[in-house]
């Protein structure tokens, strides 16, 4: 069980954070969501998020992604400072190096699913030709192909989130950002879901992970748990130092 | 960018129908503003009719009778040429009426290119006939049958006048020049006079009408500075003409900006509400990576596109369709499309409407801009307010509740009620300022008399002696008294132009002037003065002015002012007896006889010339009725484009309240409203809309025409207090529509709302 | 038994009555109602294993109380206790113990010690994705046992938060 790395060697990390803070203020009170949060995330390492509703985990993805605007503190994507830039800057920013996936609402209801999924290569300024091969390429590795015609109305919630996970990585982003991606899905679609993350995973994807399933944590190379707006621990698990090795051990286990 | 570009057209796939509403709409706005402009160009504009339709000349050269006219023929920019015609110049005499005239030598048939048109009788003249310019009869109290003596150095000739015709020349007045007229080239050989000289006139048609200057130098220099008596061009006839055409054509000018102005507002609201609709997805896309930049250009993309196929659509609909529909709108298109000005005017038209949509709707889409990027965050609503105790009150007393809930759902954001209201005010704030000049039209039209127009006829004293016309007149059956009247042109002090004195009314019997502020003169040397004169003599109420008449003086006390319609209102108006005795040699030039209520006009003409056996000539007074029906058209025609406006304000409204509401249903579901109490509630929160945005509307467009038109009529010199607010009836229809209409547009769609939620409902129970 | 009125007596000396006491204090009626006699039974046990050391008090007029108090044998192995892991699922009640006597011995952190549990659960999901993965598939009973355990590590786990929450 090791900490994050805390000495950050600047050119393998893909964000930096420092010193992150995000206070609400609604109708004369305050909500603190987020309070002086630092955190390191390498190339290629899948992080997920944990803790109870209301930690502010959700602000916190938010704030990496440049959704929302930090009150304190200071962000750097692939080396470069953030925290500041206009929300037009960041737009850039996120049609190329990012890729988010929501809990719902992850489509536009008036494009088809080929259009959902094109959106950012186009906004990049890629060649059509280009991005539509992706697109295909992308539908049939999510055992979508037939699917390209519908509208989102059409589509189950998995196949949605199937969807959105296509869109976010159309563009092979730097870092992928996922709130919640599994929190409103059936056991099965969720199984689908991770195994998609864990295959990106595996191919290099940088994935940053809100969760609440610890399953789909547990997946993740560290795991971090956000408590009233504070990191509260930061662990990397290790399946190999425990556990049972067979069927029969866990029978023991739960007599 | 591709990507906007690509999700633009995307959702207008996806919204076809809403898409296809859009154009449809914006072409039927754009047809109607045309076809307004066309109507408002054929109304105010009569000179400019008769010219298109005369195929006037734009050039009329006045040389001697050895000038070479073949070099004209041959000059560059010349199209066509009129004439040359033998003229001389000679006075008419009719009577004691006498005035200067060139009558020109013309065929059996009339020209080609100058082409007077028939206002009365027939235009093939033989020997011993002439047919007179209509300015000219005026003047000389000349008809159709009348005998005229033509005396040009001694010699003197009678022709008889077979026709009365009109021409887009200079008009004729008594100090400015001769006036027109055509007889056979016999009449014109004979009335030669040897002190005179013979001359030629010839009209030249030219290319480019804007070029006149230029090609009156050409065509001076082509025939030799020495041989041209006179020139006159088509921008002196004009605006000879055009004096008194302002007043209403001002008028529908603003209220064709007034109208695009209402347009955009209307256009803003329709995007805002769509932007609202879509919330959601602008946020995702603004996840996906859309800068607020483009999310505002998608917008614009959409609009502009759906504005210019809509623009397109009507101005070629109306280009190609009009000139075949019936009545004076085909006349009014055919005009239009035939004058210079048509080329710029129907794409700047189509330009501004393009750019004046596309201004809404970026400051409406800039709401979108606006969005938060996270698609759950739920847009702010303020807090919602507990039920006032006058609420709860009322209920207490059994008001039925949908029309307490109702009148919360209005009043509960009363900020965005009342821009609400202002939005839909707007247009029907206008249309009650279009009822407004009807009703001043109407006015005009039915009492003259109120508005300073002469009584309806007109007697001229043809030889007989005073009292002998006065005992005929008041003889009459249908005359209830008899008014001298002359009108002379004055010289005020240090003006060089004229104003026109004129004397009506006796002592006894004083002319029942049209006095806006003051009273009318009662007492010796007292008058009243139009706004015109007023402000020429820069004098008001209760000053003394001393004008002179061919030397005499007259010293006047203005006691009043008066609305005068003619001359632009440069007229100083007291009685004929205080003329008479500042001046001895006045003699009335005209009787006004004032009929008697229900007497008609026409029949008692016909009784005087009769009992008088043709000695008396009775006239019926300028009518202007002939210019006010197109008028009327184009007042039409822009309601018909407030309407349509006030018309899609409305369904943005009723579409943006139902989204806002629709939580409500739900709510109204569970504490035991049934389904018709919730369409009940929407319909009193839309019908409280209409009916407060109405009564604003009519409110303020009363007040507002009243305003409008009196500062028009100031200032063209008319004078205000021509203005009439519209009747109490006019704006209770206009109210009682609008309301109905409103109840009558929200009313199916609430109902498909409360349908929708109710099996949204049921599908989340189960 | 055993550890926790060891735990108890690290505050100080007491006879068993008092410990009865305690123990009902401290877990009220959730937790079944301790035996007196069980315990005495306990204690007995404990001292002469010399985790414990007795010692008579007299009274006037009562029957001689014992009292009891902490060796450094027993204070050591209280200090074990609360160093160990529990590994069953029903150790929960051991875990949910050692939470609720943290804050009163002063030797344990609550915060570290929920931080630990759940590091360990963790690893334990991690092990039975593995272990899911590599079964083989068609035999479903092992299958379903461990679906029955990854469930019920996530309860855990969610509860481990609950804690978190209410107790910080």
């Given at each position: 069980m090791t900490q994050g790395d805390r000495t950050p060697d600047r050119e393998s990390h893909v964000l930096r954070v420092e010193g992150l803070a995000k206070t609400y203020r609604a109708d004369a009170s305050e909500v603190a969501a987020v309070r002086g949060v630092d955190l390191n995330v390498r190339h290629g390492e899948f992080v997920a998020l944990t803790g109870p509703s209301g930690a502010g985990k959700s602000t916190l993805l938010h704030l990496i992604g440049g959704l929302e605007r930090p009150d304190r503190g200071r962000i750097w994507l692939d080396g470069r400072r953030v925290d500041g830039l206009s929300e037009a800057r960041w737009a850039m920013i996120r049609r190329r190096s990012m890729g988010i996936v929501f809990q719902y609402f992850n489509l536009v209801s008036t494009l088809t699913v080929a259009d959902n999924i094109e959106l950012p290569g186009l906004l990049a300024g890629r060649a059509p030709r280009e991005v539509r091969a992706a697109r295909e390429e992308l539908l049939a590795e999510l055992r979508l192909e037939g699917k390209a015609d519908n509208t989102p109305g059409d589509l189950s919630g998995g196949e949605q989130q199937r969807v959105a996970l296509a869109r976010a990585l159309v563009n092979q982003p730097t870092l992928l950002l996922a709130d919640e991606p599994t929190g409103s899905l059936d056991s099965k679609a969720t199984r689908e879901v991770m195994r998609l993350l864990t295959r990106c995973h595996r191919r290099g994807q940088t994935i940053l992970l809100v969760t609440h399933d610890a399953r789909v944590a547990s997946s993740a190379d560290r795991v971090i748990s956000v408590f009233d707006g504070e990191i509260a621990d930061d662990v990397t698990p290790d399946g190999s130092e425990c556990g049972p090795s067979s069927a029969a051990d866990i029978v023991r286990l739960r007599g | 960018?591709?990507?906007?570009?690509?999700?633009?057209?995307?959702?207008?796939?996806?919204?076809?129908?809403?898409?296809?509403?859009?154009?449809?709409?914006?072409?039927?706005?754009?047809?109607?503003?045309?076809?307004?402009?066309?109507?408002?160009?054929?109304?105010?504009?009569?000179?400019?009719?008769?010219?298109?339709?005369?195929?006037?000349?734009?050039?009329?050269?006045?040389?001697?009778?050895?000038?070479?006219?073949?070099?004209?023929?041959?000059?560059?920019?010349?199209?066509?040429?009129?004439?040359?015609?033998?003229?001389?110049?000679?006075?008419?005499?009719?009577?004691?009426?006498?005035?200067?005239?060139?009558?020109?030598?013309?065929?059996?048939?009339?020209?080609?290119?100058?082409?007077?048109?028939?206002?009365?009788?027939?235009?093939?003249?033989?020997?011993?006939?002439?047919?007179?310019?209509?300015?000219?009869?005026?003047?000389?109290?000349?008809?159709?049958?009348?005998?005229?003596?033509?005396?040009?150095?001694?010699?003197?000739?009678?022709?008889?006048?077979?026709?009365?015709?009109?021409?887009?020349?200079?008009?004729?007045?008594?100090?400015?020049?001769?006036?027109?007229?055509?007889?056979?080239?016999?009449?014109?050989?004979?009335?030669?006079?040897?002190?005179?000289?013979?001359?030629?006139?010839?009209?030249?048609?030219?290319?480019?009408?804007?070029?006149?200057?230029?090609?009156?130098?050409?065509?001076?220099?082509?025939?030799?500075?020495?041989?041209?008596?006179?020139?006159?061009?088509?921008?002196?006839?004009?605006?000879?003409?055009?004096?008194?055409?302002?007043?209403?054509?001002?008028?529908?000018?603003?209220?064709g900006v007034g109208a695009l102005l209402a347009a955009a507002i209307a256009v803003t609201g329709g995007v805002s509400s769509r932007v609202l609709a879509y919330g959601r997805d602008i946020s995702v896309l603004k996840a996906v990576g859309f800068t607020p930049g483009q999310i505002v250009q998608m917008f614009l993309i959409q609009h502009a596109a759906l504005a210019t196929a809509g623009v397109v659509l009507g101005a070629a609909a109306t280009e190609t369709l009009a000139t075949r529909s019936p009545g004076q709108l085909s006349a009014a298109m055919t005009l239009w499309q035939g004058l210079p000005e048509h080329t710029w005017a129907l794409p700047g038209t189509a330009v501004t409407t393009v750019l004046a949509i596309a201004a809404a709707t970026v400051l409406a889409a800039w709401r979108a801009g606006r969005v938060p990027a996270i698609p759950a965050a739920r847009i702010a609503a303020p807090g919602r307010r507990r039920m006032s105790g006058a609420a709860r009150a009322v209920l207490r007393w059994r008001v039925p509740p949908a029309l307490v809930l109702g009148c919360r759902g209005f009043l509960h954001r009363p900020w965005r009620s009342a821009a609400a209201v202002v939005r839909l005010a707007l247009p029907l704030m206008m249309i009650a300022v279009a009822l407004g000049a009807w009703a001043t039209l109407d006015r005009i039209q039915h009492h003259p008399a109120q508005v300073g127009l002469a009584g309806q006829l007109t007697v001229r004293p043809s030889g007989l002696p005073d009292d002998q016309i006065r005992e005929l007149l008041s003889r009459q059956p249908g005359i209830a008294a008899v008014e001298p009247g002359i009108e002379l042109a004055a010289l005020a002090p240090g003006q060089t132009e004229t104003v026109t004195l004129r004397g009506l009314g006796t002592a006894a019997r004083p002319y029942p002037f049209a006095v806006a502020e003051g009273r009318a003169p009662s007492g010796p040397a007292e008058a009243v003065a139009g706004q015109g004169l007023l402000d020429a003599l820069h004098v008001t109420v209760g000053s003394w002015v001393r004008v002179t008449v061919g030397g005499t003086p007259h010293v006047l006390h203005i006691v009043g002012r008066s609305i005068e319609m003619e001359h632009g209102g440069r007229v100083l108006s007291t009685s004929y007896d205080t003329l008479r005795v500042q001046d001895a040699s006045v003699r009335p030039s005209y009787y006004a006889p004032v009929l008697r209520p229900g007497a008609r006009s026409d029949a008692v003409r016909q009784a005087l010339t009769h009992a008088s056996h043709g000695a008396l000539e009775v006239r019926d007074s300028a009518a202007p009725a002939e210019q006010f029906t197109p008028m009327r058209g184009v007042i039409a025609g822009l309601v018909a484009v407030l309407a349509l406006i006030t018309l899609a304000e409305l369904s943005t409204e009723i579409a943006a309240g139902i989204r806002n509401h629709a939580a409500d249903f739900r709510a109204y579901r569970s504490i035991g409203l049934s389904p018709r109490q919730s369409v009940a509630t929407m319909v009193t929160s839309i019908g409280i809309l209409a009916s407060a945005a109405a009564v604003t509307g009519a409110a303020l467009g009363a007040w507002a025409s009243r305003w409008l038109i009196d500062l028009q009529a100031r200032h063209s010199g008319v004078g205000s207090g021509l203005a009439v607010p519209p009747s109490w009836a006019a704006l209770t229809l206009l109210v009682g529509t609008c309301l109905a209409a409103a109840v009558a547009a929200c009313v199916l769609p609430v109902r498909r709302a409360i349908q929708e939620q109710s099996m949204r409902a049921l599908r989340t129970v189960q | 038994m055993r550890l926790p009125l060891m735990a108890l007596l690290a505050n100080g000396p007491a006879h068993g009555y008092e410990l009865k006491q305690a123990l009902e204090r401290l877990f009220g009626a959730a937790y079944p109602q301790p035996n007196i006699g069980q315990i005495y039974v306990t204690l007995g046990r404990l001292e002469k294993t010399g985790l414990i050391r007795g010692e008579d008090v007299t009274q006037s007029d009562r029957p001689n109380k014992r009292t009891y108090e902490l060796t450094d044998a027993g204070r050591e192995a209280v200090a074990a206790w609360f160093d160990e892991l529990s590994h069953e699922p029903r150790v929960r009640d051991e875990f949910f113990m050692k939470l609720a006597l943290a804050p009163q011995t002063r030797m344990a952190d609550q915060v570290s010690l929920i931080n630990k549990q759940r590091r360990h659960y963790l690893n334990l999901m991690r092990a039975m994705s593995r272990l899911a993965a590599e079964e083989d598939q068609g035999n479903l009973i092992s299958q379903l046992l461990i679906e029955g355990a990854i469930l019920h590590l996530q309860a855990d786990l969610d509860w481990l938060e609950r804690c978190q929450e209410e107790l910080e």
């Open positions: - | 960018m591709r990507a906007t570009a690509r999700w633009a057209f995307a959702d207008l796939r996806t919204h076809r129908g809403q898409a296809l509403s859009i154009v449809l709409a914006t072409a039927g706005i754009t047809a109607a503003l045309l076809l307004s402009a066309a109507l408002l160009v054929y109304a105010a504009n009569p000179w400019q009719r008769l010219f298109t339709t005369t195929q006037g000349a734009h050039v009329w050269l006045r040389t001697t009778a050895a000038a070479d006219i073949g070099a004209l023929r041959k000059l560059d920019g010349v199209s066509a040429l009129s004439g040359p015609y033998r003229t001389e110049k000679v006075t008419l005499r009719h009577g004691a009426d006498k005035a200067a005239a060139d009558i020109r030598a013309t065929g059996p048939t009339p020209p080609q290119i100058g082409r007077p048109r028939l206002a009365a009788g027939h235009w093939r003249v033989g020997p011993g006939e002439i047919v007179l310019e209509k300015s000219m009869a005026t003047a000389l109290w000349a008809q159709p049958g009348d005998t005229l003596s033509i005396g040009a150095g001694g010699a003197e000739q009678r022709v008889r006048v077979v026709g009365v015709a009109q021409t887009a020349e200079t008009r004729y007045a008594p100090d400015s020049g001769p006036g027109i007229s055509w007889a056979s080239p016999s009449v014109v050989r004979s009335s030669a006079g040897a002190s005179l000289p013979t001359g030629q006139t010839v009209g030249l048609r030219l290319s480019d009408p804007a070029d006149t200057a230029f090609m009156v130098q050409r065509a001076v220099t082509a025939v030799g500075s020495d041989q041209v008596v006179s020139v006159a061009t088509w921008q002196e006839a004009r605006a000879d003409a055009e004096g008194d055409n302002h007043l209403l054509g001002l008028l529908l000018l603003l209220f | -």
